[in-house]
């Protein structure tokens, strides 16, 4: 499994004109992204849970959760 995503997304903009964008997204997971901000050599990674644009530090991360809020330190 790739976790990646195309597709076409249809948009209107604020002349009304519609905008056919080709979408190429790539989904990580919180090892994967642990790993990678580990070989950039952050020390202290924190990853909480987020509900659709509301980030917040007292969230705990669940499958339910469609976005993350990463904090890390060098």
């Known amino acids: 499994m790739t976790f990646r995503n195309y597709n076409t997304t249809t948009v209107t903009d604020d002349s009304g004109n519609k905008i056919d964008l080709e979408c190429n997204e790539r989904y990580y997971v919180p090892s994967e992204i642990t790993w990678l901000l580990k070989s950039l050599n952050f020390k202290i ?17 669940s499958t339910e959760d469609f976005e993350m809020l990463i904090i890390a330190e060098k």
């Open 45 to 61: 990674i924190d990853i909480y849970g987020a509900k659709l644009g509301a980030f917040n530090r007292n969230d705990k991360l």
